[in-house]
């Protein structure tokens, strides 16, 4: 079977560094992607990671370990803006991918 | 671009109603990909295509659902019949192989 973990909430201030966690246990791997989806909206894509490390956008950067399958997504200076839902989701091959079951995040002034 | 383009955007129907759920794909993109969002059971891949041939629908509840791909730009998805269970997003996302897929705005069900 296939199987994401994330946390359900986290909370954080105006300004603060916030971390979302995200273990899997799936039957292939191709990489770990990151969806952001605002109340009453779709997902839009964040971030990809296919190797090790660390990958920066901006204000947003996330991680993978693919010996501890493990990853996260790291949110810095945050604003309001940034309160939504965040999705981990692995690549099982060239297109599918598998979601977890998202991690709402409050950012308050 | 315009996007992924979806229609309805919201549907409500009655138990029993035979349901058809209308995407188009981003021009160029040669995946498309049907999920359900509850608030139970989180974001759900349904089926996906691949140069409009189906290549998984192992995430399909069942006969009532089916999936079709006529050509590159365009995709239905129909319940039929409807249950209220099936109430949910309905979203439809397209993708160039191996990149990211960009989600269209999605269909909100309601089976009464």
């Known amino acids: 079977g296939q199987s994401l973990e994330q946390p359900s909430e986290v909370t954080a201030v105006e300004g603060a560094i916030v971390q979302i966690n995200c273990t899997y246990q799936?039957?292939?791997?191709?990489?770990l992607s990151w969806y952001q989806q605002h109340d009453g909206g779709a997902p839009t894509f964040l971030s990809y990671?296919?190797?090790?490390g660390l990958e920066e956008t901006g204000r947003f950067s996330s991680f993978l370990s693919r010996s501890d399958s493990y990853g996260y997504l790291l949110l810095q200076e945050l604003q309001m803006k940034d309160s939504a839902s965040y999705f981990c989701?692995?690549?099982?091959?060239?297109?599918?991918?598998?979601f977890g079951t998202g991690t709402r995040l409050q950012v308050f002034p | 671009d315009a996007g992924v383009i979806q229609s309805p955007r919201h549907e409500v129907t009655e138990m029993g109603q035979e349901v058809t759920l209308r995407c188009k794909p981003i021009?160029?993109?040669?995946?498309l990909f049907w999920y359900r969002q509850t608030m139970m059971r989180g974001l759900e891949l349904l089926i996906y295509?691949?140069?409009?041939?189906?290549?998984?629908d192992s995430g399909m509840p069942e006969d009532r659902f089916s999936a079709k791909m006529p050509n590159a730009s365009f995709s239905t998805l129909k319940i039929q019949p409807s249950e209220p269970r099936d109430s949910a997003v309905y979203f439809c996302?397209?993708?160039?192989?191996?990149?990211?897929?960009?989600f269209g705005p999605g269909t909100r069900l309601t089976v009464t």
């Open positions: 996302a397209s993708s160039p192989p191996g990149y990211e897929q960009y």
């Open positions: 799936t039957s292939g791997f191709y990489g």
């Open positions: 990671n296919a190797l090790d």
């Open positions: 989701a692995v690549r099982l091959n060239t297109d599918k991918l598998i």
């Open positions: 021009s160029g993109h040669n995946s």
């Open positions: 295509f691949n140069n409009n041939v189906p290549i998984d």
